[in-house]
């Protein structure tokens, strides 16, 4: 029997980088994620949906930032939440996993696949069972309609295609779990 363990939004980040002009690499994160990690008898994972604010965007510019929410980028008014849920979970071995899933921005969906190491749920001081999970990958902005872009004077693009991004989740088991 699976058991869904809720994501710890204090302890979860998510994490992006894209380049400027071709010269310098801007970094960002979503102050706001939610969702749940379903696990299996075995602490295998089964399945994943995480929910993501679009408004939450931070690059610690103001400016760029309600760019990036504006219809330009996100359009976080009309789209306001990033949705990932995972349609397959392959296990690799030594903990890792390949997490396939589709990714909704801006109302756009579409597949994308990267790898993710679990570690072995432990108690906290507090008694709380808890997992973690970090993953890596890179996307390209335009597959999800995130098209606005300026080309410069040296040809180089105002703001890089390709999104870079790192994710470090931690869940935690609903309390039925943990009393067990």
């Known amino acids: 029997m ?14 992006f980088a894209v380049r400027h002009m071709g010269l310098a690499t801007v970094r960002g994160q979503f102050n706001e994620v939610s969702g749940q990690v379903e696990l299996d008898d075995a602490n295998q994972p089964v399945a994943i949906e995480a929910r993501i604010k679009a408004a939450s965007i931070d690059t610690r510019d103001a400016q760029r ?4 929410r504006s219809a330009d980028f996100l359009d ?42 679990l570690t072995t749920p432990v108690k906290d001081p507090w008694g709380n069972l808890r997992t973690a999970a970090h993953a890596e990958g890179t996307l390209n902005r335009k597959d999800w309609g995130l098209t606005w872009n300026q080309v410069l004077e040296f040809g180089a693009l ?15 088991a609903p309390v039925e779990a943990q009393a067990q």
């Open 65 to 68: 930032d309600a760019h990036l």
């Open 2 to 15: 699976s058991q869904k363990w809720n994501i710890d939004p204090s302890h979860t980040s998510i994490t």
């Open 158 to 172: 105002l703001v890089g295609e390709e999104v870079r991004f790192e994710i470090d989740v931690e869940a935690v």
């Open 76 to 117: 976080a008014d009309n789209h306001p939440e990033i949705v990932f849920k995972s349609t397959q979970i392959e296990p690799l071995g030594n903990q890792r996993y390949r997490i396939t899933g589709d990714l909704t921005i801006r109302g756009v969906t579409r597949p994308v696949t990267f790898e993710a190491t």
